[in-house]
């Protein structure tokens, strides 16, 4: 519900507690429901006899402060989204339930004297007991948590008979925390900064004590992390707090690694893989102060800061920062609204700004600070575009890139092959009636997959088994037509059957430890081949690769969405980014049917600068954004016609005089039809954001009140980036 609702305070309640941010449980319909306190007043526009009196309130003080609280009263409104939702779908489980606002004490345990003087021999036939008591003594102690992690998986049962044969003991932890005002820097010394470097940090440290944006646009492997450090440290001299945003692929090992050997602090990690617990504890941390420094992806934007100095956004161009369903709100542009709102620095920071960004530092809006070298001994890749016409190819490979894979690895370096589509084949195909296997709930064939094999669709995620036959012919010749990665990395297997290989994109990196294991072999250092999606071209630090071969590069030139070119060079300079960061030159080459379209040209030979600032311009002259507003509004129902109608009757509905907008549509998204739904969008566009939030503001009551309402799902994108 769009709306909130009003409520008597509790009987005897503690006026002072009457805040924003604290929660109340309320009588709701016959449920008694958690809310949260968005504001107070001594007035309601609901007869008095009407309001119902809260049962009581659950906190003393705020769990979310004012200032955290406007900010999602403000997103909510920006981004046309309730409130309620906005806060349910970002608030920790435990504090949405009611729970107390507060760490549970995690029991630890230590071994007894006897425990410890155990001959080990004698609990051989119980391995797991010895385990753990072997891993507690050897840790010291061990909380349970910690225990559950290293022996992956139950230990209570195990734990109960310990301590009942006298081998263990249960001790209550205090709270530990690592922050010690004296002693910033822990292993990892700061590194010397090189001129280009101490510039673009004395520009920062020039604006540290109050609001100001920095875009830091530094080549991969110019330095930018270690200028984040430095920034952060200063914060931490002054005693406050760093929150920074990561997207949600590039929170490896690594990235942490290197915060955690640099800062004798503590440091609150957000990201999917926590538990509700863990979750719960770094967002309580971070709000009481605890942690001085917050890593998390997206969402971490909603985290409670005690003493708020910074905020960094690293890889700003990311499309990750978008959430792309439900509260659709960019964290990026929040980043940026919440540390005006704080009057704190932030800073964003990536080899390839969004054009948005590029385009308001370019106007003076942001501090421009540019980093044009690679940090440290390492050197530019070189670019080298190969032109597949009239070219055999192996698979997707031409003979000239077999020739240079091979040198490289002659030369006992290693490779990276790029390919942005994983499975086996996208496409499976009759040969004698030129049937396509495809989705019954999308528009979209199937791919087909070979481990396990299974064809699946990569809109609705439905699966099927492998097809045998053609299902109108009955024919058994089919055949698996383009490339995927399952597929690229066979054939690189067949042609360097001597040089092991590994593939990483979401379906082989499914656990963790997967993904975990082959960075590790990686980082060993010996010849190898990488094959991978996107997936590669973020965070990693892969200092042996020299080459990096991107397969196919003409997707992206020809992409329907405006947004088209910009995410295709995003990508391929990002992925080229992964050549030579050690002391070997890297060497970057892109097969393409196009070698000489001007924006692959410009791209390869003058770089993102000069091929953004060329977008930029092709986006003024079409007056979209960055220099105009859009929202984006879909209907999706089980009948074409039922969008459709929805749509037109609330334009047809809507009086509005605004000169600058423009409505396009009602018409079919490009996907039409997805998880078995008829989808039909309207592009709205403006010269003003106030002039959409305007007509939002117009639209949305009708479509709440639509008389077809129950039959369609409607959504509101402010500053859509995806538009299938
Ligand atoms: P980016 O974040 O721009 O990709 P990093 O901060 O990760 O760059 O730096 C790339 C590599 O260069 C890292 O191995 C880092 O340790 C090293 N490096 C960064 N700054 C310096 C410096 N001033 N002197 C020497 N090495 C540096
Ligand atoms: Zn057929
Ligand atoms: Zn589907």
Redesign the pocket.
């Known amino acids: 519900m769009r709306r909130t609702f009003d409520y008597r305070p509790p009987a005897n309640c503690a006026v002072e507690s009457l805040k924003p941010g604290v929660r109340v449980q309320v009588p709701f319909g016959n449920r008694r429901m958690i809310g949260i306190i968005t504001g107070c007043s001594n007035k309601s526009d609901f007869p008095a006899g009407k309001i119902k009196v809260a049962d009581k309130l659950i906190d003393h003080t705020p769990v979310i402060d004012e200032q955290l609280m406007s900010l999602y009263l403000w997103a909510a409104d920006y981004y046309q989204f309730p409130v309620g939702q906005a806060l349910q779908t970002s608030l920790p489980a435990q504090i949405r339930k009611g729970k107390p606002a507060q760490e549970k004490q995690m029991p630890s345990w230590q071994a007894s004297t006897t425990g410890e003087s155990l001959d080990q021999s004698t609990l051989k036939n119980a391995p797991r007991q010895l385990q753990v008591l072997s891993l507690i003594i050897a840790q010291k102690k061990m909380t349970v948590a910690a225990l559950k992690e290293s022996v992956n998986g139950e230990v209570s049962a195990c734990l109960k008979t310990l301590a009942d044969k006298g081998l263990i003991e249960e001790i209550s932890t205090p709270d530990s925390t690592k922050n010690n005002p004296d002693e910033i820097y822990g292993d990892d010394a700061p ?4 001129t280009q ?1 101490q510039s673009a940090l004395s520009a920062i440290r020039e604006n540290i004590e109050h609001y100001s944006v920095s875009l830091l646009e ?1 080549v ?7 200028i984040y450090l430095q920034a952060i440290a200063d914060v931490l001299e002054k005693g406050l707090q760093a929150l920074v945003l990561v997207p949600e692929i590039s929170l490896t090992p690594q990235t942490l690694r290197r915060f955690e050997s640099r800062f004798n602090r503590e440091i609150a990690v957000f990201h999917s893989g926590l538990t509700g617990t863990q979750r719960l504890s770094a967002w309580l941390r971070a709000g009481n102060g605890k942690a001085d420094i917050i890593i998390g992806t997206r969402s971490a934007i909603f985290t409670p800061l005690a003493r708020p100095g910074l905020i960094i956004v690293d890889e700003e161009h990311d499309a990750s920062y978008k959430q792309q369903d439900g509260f659709r709100y960019s964290g990026r542009d929040l980043a940026i609204y919440r540390a005006r709102q704080l009057d704190i620095p932030v800073i964003l920071g990536t080899a390839t700004p969004s054009l948005e960004s590029l385009n308001n530092a370019l106007a003076g809006r942001f501090h421009y600070l540019q980093l044009t070298e690679r ?2 001994e ?1 050197s530019h890749p070189e670019y080298r575009l190969l032109d597949l016409k009239g070219q055999e190819l192996t698979d997707g490979f031409s003979n000239s890139l077999i020739d240079m894979i091979r040198s490289h690895l002659k030369s006992k370096n290693q490779v990276l092959i790029f390919l942005n589509r994983r499975g086996f084949a996208p496409i499976l195909l009759c040969r004698d009636c030129g049937w396509i296997a495809t989705c019954t709930r999308c528009d979209s064939s199937y791919t087909l997959h070979r481990k396990p094999p299974r064809l699946s669709c990569h809109h609705c995620e439905s699966q099927k088994p492998l097809a045998q036959k053609c299902a109108e012919c009955s024919s058994t010749d089919l055949a698996a037509m383009g490339l995927g990665t399952e597929k690229t990395e066979q054939t690189v297997r067949a042609l360097f059957p001597d040089t092991p290989v590994h593939r990483i994109d979401r379906d082989s990196t499914r656990n963790r430890e997967t993904l975990h294991d082959i960075i590790e072999k990686v980082d060993s250092g010996d010849p190898c081949i990488l094959v991978g999606t996107q997936m590669l071209s973020k965070g990693h ?1 892969f200092p042996n690769v020299t080459l990096v071969a991107v397969l196919d590069a003409d997707g992206g030139l020809f992409s329907a969405d405006f947004r088209g070119q910009e995410q295709m060079g995003q990508l391929l300079i990002q992925v080229a980014g992964r050549a030579g ?1 050690g002391e070997t030159q890297g060497e970057v080459v892109i097969q393409t049917y196009n070698s000489t379209h001007p924006t692959l040209q410009a791209l390869v030979r003058h770089g993102y600068g000069p091929f953004a600032r060329k977008l930029l311009e092709e986006r003024q002259l079409g007056k979209l954004p960055p220099f105009s507003y859009m929202a984006l509004i879909r209907a999706e129902a089980s009948t074409q016609s039922l969008p459709f109608n929805f749509l037109q009757d609330v334009i047809n509905a809507v009086q509005h005089n605004f000169s600058d907008l423009s409505i396009i549509g009602p018409m079919p998204s490009p996907m039409e039809k997805r998880a078995g739904l008829f989808r039909m969008q309207l592009i709205i566009e403006a010269d003003k954001r106030s002039t959409i939030q305007k007509y939002l503001t117009l639209l949305i009551p009708l479509m709440e009140n639509h008389p077809e309402k129950r039959k369609i799902r409607w959504s509101v994108d402010v500053d859509p980036l995806d538009f299938t």
């Not at 991969?220 to 270690?226: A, D």
Request: net charge positive; proline share 0%.
């Open positions: 590194l010397q900064l090189n470097q530094g991969t492997g110019s330095g930018k992390t270690e940090a440290g390492a630090h960061r």
